[in-house]
């Protein structure tokens, strides 16, 4: 069963980047699709981004599109999101998500594997 743990979550001011960090243990990395989701106060959690489990494919919300990059690094058993141009309402708590599939998956509830969450803070 792989396990998945996040890193670089912080605080930024709007129009900075920050570059979370997912990184996979205990299964075969190249065998997962891998997805980020964020979940800000008081809201549902939310589908952000996807990666294929080749990495050939991707999927954005509409929201991030443009200001963010999703890619996987299979040497190191790492994903990365990148966002740029970040906004107020970036504000999250970013999960990192794995699922044995193809596919870029962007439904929250097809993950299995799910990391403890890093914070995001944009300050206007």
């Known amino acids: 069963q792989v396990q998945v743990a996040e890193s670089g979550g912080g605080l930024v001011q709007a129009g900075g980047s920050l570059r979370l960090s997912c990184a996979a243990f205990?299964?075969?990395?190249?065998?997962?699709?891998m997805g980020w989701f964020r979940q800000a106060p008081g809201k549902e959690r939310e589908f952000v981004a996807a990666?294929?489990?080749?990495?050939?494919?991707?999927n954005y919300a509409d929201s991030v599109k443009g200001r963010f990059t999703i890619s996987r690094d299979s040497a190191k058993n790492t994903v990365h999101l990148q966002m740029n141009s970040l906004k107020p309402e970036d504000t999250a708590v970013y999960y990192c998500?794995?699922?044995?599939?193809?596919?870029?998956?962007?439904?929250?509830?097809?993950?299995?594997?799910w990391g403890q969450g890093t914070q995001v803070t944009v300050s206007s």
């Open positions: 998500a794995a699922k044995n599939t193809i596919a870029a998956v962007t439904t929250r509830f097809e993950y299995d594997h």
């Open positions: 205990g299964g075969t990395f190249s065998r997962y699709a």
């Open positions: 990666i294929s489990w080749t990495g050939g494919s991707t």
